[in-house]
């Protein structure tokens, strides 16, 4: 027993506990990142792809059955309109599919809330017990983002 009959705590090392949020903070920061560019890519190749094939066949049905001489008659006007037409829909079928809205919604807010507790690690404005509870439940709370 120590001598002043208190008893001892054991030292937190406040630095493995920031270096731990900042590895789960890098995480999701990736995880945010990757679900953005391809939400971006999906939503660019369903616009781009519903504008030309808009654009295909209102040129098809103004120009008759020969489009550009020699190069494009309406029977290849309409197969490659019905490409962009099913790439346009693969592209926004994924996107709902894998849910890439809420993806970036919560790795937004892992991030957010991992800056925040990586702030109070950092300044030690908490105690380490109160920082380990709250990181906690950050990870079960957000867990696909912080792998």
């Not at 008659?73 to 790439?87: E, F, K, P, Y």
């Amino acid at each position: 027993m120590p001598a002043d009959d208190k008893e001892t705590k054991p030292q937190v090392d406040y630095a493995a506990l920031e270096q731990r949020v900042r590895a789960s903070l890098a995480a999701a920061d990736e995880y945010t990142w990757r679900n953005r560019k391809l939400n971006s890519t999906l939503s660019t190749i369903a616009i781009i792809g519903s504008a030309l094939t808009a654009f295909l066949t209102t040129l098809t049905a103004a120009k008759g059955p020969v489009i550009i001489q020699g190069m494009l008659d309406w029977q290849g006007a309409c197969s490659l309109g019905a490409i962009m037409s099913v790439t346009t829909t693969i592209a926004s079928g994924l996107n709902q599919q894998m849910d890439i809205s809420r993806r970036l919604m919560e790795g937004s807010q892992c991030v957010g809330r991992l800056r925040a507790l990586e702030l109070v690690v950092t300044t030690r404005a908490r105690s380490a017990v109160d920082i380990t509870a709250e990181y906690a439940e950050i990870l079960r709370t957000y867990a696909e983002a912080t792998r």
